[in-house]
């Protein structure tokens, strides 16, 4: 019912930037909230921020003050600004679409690669 295009992703340098982009189509307006979840090698899938349909936000203590979603409703596009890259930063990241009603699910992008690394 939801398709997520998920583009953005590749090699930094630490301290460099990166923007990621995450298109939604499909049953769109059942979609309560987007985000961004990133998996390294050995851990589990944790989540990095998230926006509401109403524009609230929520990130991983860890990306604070680095890290930037926002979303375009009319473009049913959000977006990761990433600034000041940091080689812990390196993982797998997945755009994600939660939907509450009928019942709560997510949907998942197909995941880009990010690596920071000098």
């Known amino acids: 019912q939801v398709q997520l295009v998920e583009s953005g992703g590749g090699l930094v340098q630490p301290g460099g930037s990166l923007r990621l982009s995450c298109a939604a189509s499909?049953?769109?307006?059942?979609?309560?909230?987007m985000g961004w979840y990133r998996q390294a090698p050995g851990k589990q899938r944790e989540l990095v921020a998230a926006?509401?349909?109403?524009?609230?936000?929520n990130y991983a203590d860890s990306v604070k003050g680095r890290f930037t979603i926002s979303r375009d409703n009319a473009k049913n596009t959000t977006y990761l600004q990433m600034n000041s890259l940091k080689p812990e930063d390196t993982a797998v990241y997945y755009c994600?679409?939660?939907?509450?009603?009928?019942?709560?699910?997510?949907?998942w992008g197909q995941g880009t690669q990010v690596t920071v690394s000098s």
């Open positions: 926006i509401t349909s109403g524009g609230s936000t």
């Open positions: 499909g049953s769109i307006f059942s979609i309560d909230a």
């Open positions: 994600n679409a939660r939907l509450w009603a009928p019942q709560r699910h997510d949907y």
